[in-house]
Structure formats: C-alpha cells, structure tokens
C-alpha cells in the first residue's frame, strides 16, 4: 500500500484556472507568464505545507491552461510533496484512455501524487471543438466516466458505451504508481450529478459560489445515496474564492477590485460587483472567503459543521492579483488556517469522544461524527507513520 | 522573431522511447524508475550542450511513455535551453487539436523550445485503442497533419476533413511562444512519406535503421519534391541508435550485451543479435553507431555528405543500458562529438568558399553547399546574439 492510499485528515489546497485577466487598459497578462506565476503558487504551496494543487481545463482565449495534465507534470517536478489534480478535466470531452494515460503518467513523474477531478464542464467551449453534439451532454459524461473508472480498476479491459469506440481485451499503459487512481467528481450543483458520485463510490467536490447552506442537502444527498448503494459514504471536498491576508481589512481592500474584475470578465451574468455586495458575499455566512485567518478558519469550521467535508480548495489568485499578494495569500493558508484548523477539529472530536458520541448521532448532526472519524483516521495515519 | 525561429546550426540530440526492457531475470525496468532515468539523461543533455531531447509514444506494456507531452513538461521544468520533441506523435491517432493545445501548453512553460515530430506510427496497437481502422491508416495521417497544420497558422480555424468532426471557426488555445509551432515529419523509408513532407514544407527525419546509403535517395527525393512543389527544401534530421564511450573497445564491449538484448525485445524479427553483426552494424558504413568520438564523428560526416542532414538524434540507454554508462554517452555526444562536428563542418565550409563553389554545385554533390549554408546560418546566429 503506497503512502497515498491512506486516509489522510483534513486537508487544505489551491487551484487555478490560469485566467488572462485583462487589466484596466484591456491588456490581458500574457499565457506565458501567468504559467510561470502558476509555478510560483505551487512551489511556494508544496513548501509551505499544503496538500493540494489543482489546475483547471477551459479552451477559450482568456485562459491559459486547456491541458492541466501538461502544466501538472511540470508542476511534480517544480514540487516535493503537494498532491496534483485537475480541477477539473472536462471528461465529456476528453478521450478516457488518453485520460488515464496522461495521469498515469503524472502520477509516475510524481511519485504517486495525481488525481483526476471529472467534471462535465462549467462552459461548453469544448464541445463544438471536438465535434460533439449539446443535447448529448449527460450521455458524454456518463459513458466515459464509465470507462474511465474500467480503464482505471482493470488492466486489460473489455468495453462498448454509446460515445467511443469499444475495446477488446484492450491493455492501457503504462501504470500508475498508486494502487488505483483517484478520481474525484466535481459538481455545481445539479443533484443528479451528486447522485452519481454517491452511487458510484467517488470522492465528491462542491463547487461554492452561492449561500453555502443550500449545499448541505446535497451534502446529505451524496451521503444517502452512497449508502443506499451499499457504499461507506466518500469524502467531501469544497471550493471557493479565497484571498488571505493578516487582517480582515488588508484582505478585502487589497482584493476587492481584482475580485470585481474577476466577476466582471468571467461571471458577467452577475453585473458590475459593487463592495457592498463583495464584502456581504465575504460576510460569515457568505460564500466568498476574503478576510483574516481566523475568519477563513472560522468559516471552513462552520461549513464543516453543515457539510462534514474533509478538504477544502482555495481558488486563489483571482483577477490578477498581484503575485505577491497571492504568494502571501498561501503562506498564510498553509502557515495559520491548515494547522488552526487541524487543532480546532481534532478538540471537538476530543470532546465528542468524552461526550459519549455515537454512530447514530450522525445523521442529526454531521460534524461530530465527521470530526470523530477525521481523528481516527488522523490517529491512523499518525500511527502508520510511526510504526513504520 | 523569438530566438527559436532562428535557423540553427548543425544540431546533436538525443531521445528514447522509453523502453522497459527486461534484465536476464526477465523482470522489467519499473516504469517510474526509467522515467526518473530519462529525466536524468534529459537534465545531463541539456547542461552539457546538446541541442535536441526527444521521447517516443507507444502504447504498450514494455515502454514508459504513451504521452510524450506530459514527460516533456516535466523534462521543461527540469532544463533550461534544450528543445523539447516528441519522437514521434503518433498522429494517425491523435486528435489534432489536443495534440496542438499540448505542445502549446509544452511550448509556454518552457520559454518556446517544443517541437512536434509527427508519424504514421512504427507499432499499430494505438490502432484498436482508439476504434480505428487499419485500412485507413494513410488517410488517417494525412487528415490530421492537415488538421494540425491548420491549427497552428490560423486561429480561428475552419477545417473539415474525412476523419475527425469539422471545425467552424473555432479558437484554439493556448497560443505558443514560438510564431510557428515547429512540426517535422519522421519516417521510416516510404517514399510517399517523404514526397508528402517536401510538398508540404515541412523538415524531415530519417530514421535509420539500415544501409545508410539507402536513404541518400530519400534525401534526394525529399529536396526535389520541395523544389517542385516551390519550396526551398527543409532541413533533413537522422536519427539512430547510438553508445559512445571514450574508446571503440569500450563502447563496443559495454553496449553489446544490451543492445543485443534490445534487439531480442523490441525487434524479434531480427533474431539473435551476435558479437559478429553487431560489430559489422557498428562498422563506418553500418547504421549502428557504437565507438569511441572520433569514429562517431566520422561516420556523422559522411552521412552528411550523402544525406546533407543538419540534425542528429541519437537514442540511447537502449537495452537497459546502465545509467552511468547513458550519461557518460552523454557527456561525450556533447563535449566530444558535437563540437568536432562543427569544427569539421565549418572547416570544409571555408575550403568550399575558397574554392569558389556555386549554388549550382549543390545537386551534384550536397556536403558542400549544405556546409556552406550551414556556416552562413551560423555566422548569422553569432552575429544577431553579438548585436543584442
């Protein structure tokens, strides 16, 4: 069993998407640069201790990254430690095989760090660029996560869908160093999405860009949909717009016109983002993390209560944030808000375990049980790692 | 113009496919343990001079690589001048937009250094793994070239062809660095191969595994296609199985065993590879190159004056060739040989000028004139590096 396989506790990352914000005279940052800017996030993220490095796939002029299996390579080999996903590979697009092999190969560069995030795509730039057909949009998805999942737990492998040619016997190569890759499903919000990651026994990200409260019915969703297929439930990740810096103040001053820019050039559904309505969505109940470490730990705490994730991605550097703001943004993630947070949970399952918590007490209330269990599995990994 | 559009001088290389050869035992080199290995002899090439790094795909159990783009981010991030290529794409199977957004991607993270080597493919296994017909093999390749021709000098594109979904002025992205993506052609000896590249302008490797004199007609073949076509023909680029070792004894002795090994694994048609064949392969007008420097540089020379080529990509580490053995071939490919080929080159260079040689001489006898311009491009270089 590699290192990897194991349960790990709560865990803290960053991705990107690379945007090419364009500044107030319409220049965009140049691809080029902003790769290298990329580079320097994770870097200084594997350094300073966090555990997750993610990069996302769109195929339009105002991003830099349509292959986040390529930038990830040169990501492992600029790293040590960080693990490396897409976030996300758009699968309906995207051939499974080479998939697979792509992250295969990543994963070997690496020393067993690669994951794969499916994802069915937030735009639908990919789907006239490979010729496929809207109204088929589940189907695409569905039938090549389908064979992803084949490719991955059978070596050679036997498969016909509706949307790729079918394999005889076929063997995909090379292998990966883990055991069984992980592929994780990120979902918006669309239950049927959620529904099938419960199903299918895969790890789930949720997206948060509205009120965080609506997703903890899907949070439940996933929950009783992986035990109603007979499954122990997966782990839950959350991801959201974050900027961090020393005070609440500096955070939302420095961020605020580069997170309007960012809402503006990508999310121009949303109107011109006045700082009123920035700094409620930045508010404690808000789902836009810009603020002081102990706000950002406060508020992954609540969400833990309401969601009983275990890991939570940062999407940092937003807007064109100066890279040394950003740089610091994650200094500050992995130096004050991981281990706060570590500490924060690791006491409440102290108390729950004193309390005399039990199984049951789960479904009436999600963060003690998940706080227990994130202890033990802490515990766990502590304990293999002494013992070995 | 970035520095990469320059036309260079003579330039040494080497690459691999990655192969996991098997020892006596049988067992198999581990794929991560070889890639960690081409790593190495990436990093080696690069800060001893050499101009060229390559890796082959194959979709097989007994090779590392099946995505030559993900290993060369990582081999980007671990260099700092080489240029990067894939040995070959096999095009027939690749989407050519993928293929595009990859090298792109390739392209930015390392500073305009990645060039694409397309092939038909020497192995047919990719055939069955993407649900392709082996009778289409030729219409294959030509569709996606042209695909991939069109993607790089127009953006938007609108495409349509007769083996992938057409393009209605679509946008592909990212951009590289590099004004024009270099694309070579590598082929194996088919004639229409080479008649396809001169017409379409594009530079051309041979890869011998023969009689070099075998090819000088393909080389001939490939200039008057292009002229015909109303180009100025491309530059030609040879590739071949090489080991160099301080003396012809030494790399003789070291690398039999192994490259006989190589030669029972990878091309069983052979048969047995004995001491005897091996010897006379590696003899001046065999295609092996197994020798001390000067023999290797001998035999660079006269396949210059039969084949007028101003690129030499050697493989190595073949047969499970110990590492120090691959690195120290390195060493000498760059210290050694590349230098003496230059010196030579430039040497004859200078006796074709005073001995008053035209433009004209050129088909009768291609070492001088392609000598001569060889010079003239790298006084060129010199002297725009002098001026900056």
Redesign the interface.
């Known amino acids: 069993m590699t290192e990897s396989d194991e349960v790990p506790g709560f865990e803290l990352g960053i991705f990107t998407f690379g945007e090419l914000t364009s500044d107030a005279d319409g220049t965009p940052i140049p691809?080029?640069r902003r790769?290298q800017e990329v580079?320097a996030w994770a870097t200084t993220a594997d350094r300073a201790g966090l555990d997750v490095f993610g990069v996302g796939e769109h195929?339009?002029?105002d991003?830099?990254?349509?292959?986040p299996?390529?930038?990830?390579?040169?990501?492992?080999?600029?790293t040590e430690r960080i693990r490396l996903t897409s976030t996300v590979t758009v699968l309906s697009s995207a051939?499974p095989?080479?998939t697979f092999?792509?992250f295969a190969?990543?994963d070997?560069?690496s020393?067993g760090r690669a994951e794969i995030t499916a994802g069915r795509g937030a735009y639908i730039e990919s789907f006239?660029?490979?010729?496929?057909d809207l109204d088929r949009y589940d189907e695409y998805f569905e039938d090549r996560l389908d064979l992803l999942l084949r490719v991955r737990d059978e070596n050679p492998v036997t498969w016909s869908g509706t949307t790729?040619?079918?394999?005889?016997n076929?063997?995909?190569?090379?292998?990966p160093?883990q055991s069984k890759l992980p592929v994780w499903i990120a979902v918006g919000g669309t239950p049927e999405s959620v529904e099938r990651a419960g199903r299918l026994d895969l790890p789930l990200y949720l997206a948060i860009l509205g009120a965080p409260e609506r997703f903890a019915p899907l949070a439940r969703l996933y929950r009783d949909t992986a035990r109603a297929a007979g499954h122990t439930p997966g782990r839950i990740g959350v991801t959201s717009h974050v900027h961090v810096a020393k005070t609440s103040r500096a955070a939302r001053d420095t961020f605020y016109p580069y997170y309007a820019g960012y809402i503006g050039q990508n999310m121009p559904r949303i109107g011109r983002l006045g700082r009123d309505a920035f700094d409620a969505w930045a508010s404690p109940r808000g789902a836009l993390f810009a603020g002081s470490p102990a706000e950002v730990v406060d508020k992954i705490l609540w969400e833990h209560e309401i969601l009983g994730h275990s890991r939570f991605l940062a999407q940092v550097g937003l807007g064109g944030l100066p890279l040394a703001d950003t740089l610091s943004s994650i200094e500050l993630l992995a130096t004050e808000v991981l281990p706060e947070v570590r500490r924060s949970l690791a006491t409440s399952t102290k108390q729950a375990v004193e309390a005399g918590v039990h199984r049951e007490s789960f479904d009436s209330g999600a963060r003690l049980l998940a706080a227990v269990s994130l202890n033990l599995k802490n515990s766990c990994v502590l304990e293999n790692r002494v013992n070995r």
């Open positions: 691809a080029d790769l580079l195929h339009r002029p991003f830099a990254i349509s292959s299996q390529v930038v990830l390579a040169a990501v492992a080999q600029a051939d095989v080479r092999e792509d190969t990543l070997l560069l020393g006239p660029l490979f010729g496929q790729r040619p079918p394999l005889a076929a063997g995909v190569w090379p292998r160093v």
